[in-house]
């Protein structure tokens, strides 16, 4: 028996993952047990709970693998500084002292970490290293069901790489050609998510979500000012609008004369159509980038597949375009598609390209769903809810199933906690809030008196598999809820004059279709589709709804509010139930119900977490 643990952390979404032989048996962040939104820290909680919940000790691992190489991303820090001496001067001093006291020599501070979970561990030859975009592709390949398949990765930047094409065959991946640091697609989209006022490395999300209210008025400004990209799709950065690379900030006072506005600094500072009209022109012409560069990625390896990861793959609107300009036959984008996902890469090439196992798992999905963290006995769940002092019924799977599908029905807010917790950013169905997506009121709700957060950002469907092109312009799977597609001409409800004079977030009050409350500005939906032999209890509730309202899909966003992390143990789903508007708490085969529940409403709930 083999088991390998994958390590990412010390940047952005701390991760691990454990692999016996060739099985994920789990993976989870670091931020759901710290409750730390996008926690960096070395992930030492994940570790105490998958060691004692699968019995293990660190002695038991074969090797301990970590998901990039510091010596690399040190070289690559001097030698920006050097480049554009003497700027970032400031940044020079505040970063160089941290390397050379604590992130240079990682391989002692891992052996450190470990030792503090297990003072008798011993680390002779278990810990390895693997390269940042290696960890990428790694985990967009090996658990995607191609045998042979094209490669790409994008996100901010690794060690040097922000861009990587490679070519995956059976148990070997080959790097063909890398874009370098501080060239980078991720980068550019984070300068804009700071320009429009979010947050860097978490409000990536909501320039995508917000780019429908917008036109692409600016479109040239960028091609012709802030980028240049050749006919292949390869680009390169004008960095004399960019400070990311020296200084503390994304941009400097040019880009902001170049769009004729400041940064947008204050989450109270108003969203103009001008804010919209930025995200829709950054969007589209990353959109247009990624299509060049998976053109030319084609014609160079002429394979059927495409595997995507890297934190730019969780653009599921580019995601969506590439499907439908149909330049490959079949796409795979990993859940975990950022830097959480690196402790499954990590793991995955020491397995296939060090040891030159044998890949088996061909022709299957081997996330199973992603869901790989944390589950919960009904036991374990009864016990924890009396100790919380809650109020509950136990039911039947069929009462319980029964029950919710009625209160859903009355448009009530459901948060739904099932079996294993999820791998990566999405709740797919069992730490979620689920709801009816018939109803016209329940996006701008659930966005202002549950999850407390903006009211143009959208939320997703999860459909049966086999009701998905009767509702949407797709027919594949999309288990992961990372492709966007319109919804069907039959469901669609045309605007009239006057709701097409409308600017801006008025669009948010016009209804497009018979599923409101997962229709964004642009007919467009964010999917997941359900299976029964990966999700059987989600399944069997959204049939039991279809059943009752020939509807076969619901609203499913994740059970958590903004700024927090998604919730993780009964206690956390309990907190977010007390804290929030939710109505109904579905828990195992528990159900509980806010007005009786003789707690108080906990109404600072939504004040404890950092606004992300």
Known sequence: MS?????????????????KDEKIIFAAQEER????????????????????????SLNNLESIVFYEKPFLKFERLLETYIAFAPKGFKSFCASIPIWLREKLFQKKLIISELKKIDPTFNPLNKVKFSEHHLSHAASAFYPSPFEEAAILTLDGVGEWATTTIAYGKNNKIKMLEEIHFPHSLGLLYSAFTYYLGFKVNSGEYKVMGLAPYGEPKYKELIYKNLIDVKPDGSFKLNMNFFEFATGLKMTNTKFSKLFGKK??????????????????????????????????????????????????????????????????????????????????????????????????????????????????????????????GASFEELSEDKLLNETVEDII???????????????????????????????????????????????????????????????????DSPYMLLVASVNDKIKKEMNDKEKQLF????????????????????????????????????????HFNNKTNCPLLVNTSFNIRGEPIVNTVEDAFKCFMGTGLDTLVIGNFILRKNKQNLKFDKEYKDKYNLD
């Open 504 to 543: 801006g977030i008025e669009k948010l009050n016009v209804v497009r279709s018979n599923i409101p409350a997962v229709t964004h500005v642009d007919y467009s939906s964010r999917i997941q589709t359900v299976d029964k032999n990966t999700n059987e209890k989600f399944y069997n509730l959204i049939s």
């Open 263 to 388: 940064v947008r600094t204050s989450e109270i500072e108003q969203i103009t159509q001008f804010h919209m009209d930025v995200a829709s022109s950054i969007q589209v012409v990353i959109e247009e980038i990624i299509l060049k560069i998976v053109r030319n990625l084609k014609k160079k390896l002429n394979v059927n597949n495409l595997c995507l990861a890297g934190g730019v793959a969780l653009n599921c609107v580019a995601n969506g375009k590439i499907l439908r300009e149909k330049i490959f036959e079949n796409i795979w984008v990993q859940p975990a598609a950022g830097d959480a996902g690196g402790s499954l890469g990590a793991a995955l090439t020491y397995l296939y390209d060090f040891k030159k196992h044998k890949r088996t798992n061909k022709n299957v999905d081997s996330m199973e769903g992603s869901f790989l963290g944390p589950i919960y006995s009904d036991i374990q769940i009864k016990e924890e809810l009396i100790k919380l």
């Open 410 to 476: 009355s448009e009530k807010a459901i948060g739904w906690f099932q079996g294993k917790m999820e791998f990566g950013p999405r709740a797919l169905g069992n730490r979620s809030i689920i709801a009816d997506p018939r109803s016209i009121n329940m996006q701008k709700n659930l966005n202002l008196k549950v999850k407390y957060r903006e009211s143009f950002r959208p939320f997703a469907p999860s459909i049966l598999r086999e009701s998905l092109s009767k509702y949407f312009n797709l027919n594949c």
């Open 33 to 56: 047990f710290s409750r730390i939104k996008h926690d960096s820290s070395f992930p030492k909680k994940s570790i105490q709970y998958l060691l004692k919940n699968h019995n293990i």
């Open 3 to 19: 088991l390998i643990l994958g390590i990412s952390c010390f940047y952005h979404d701390s991760a691990v993952t454990l692999i």
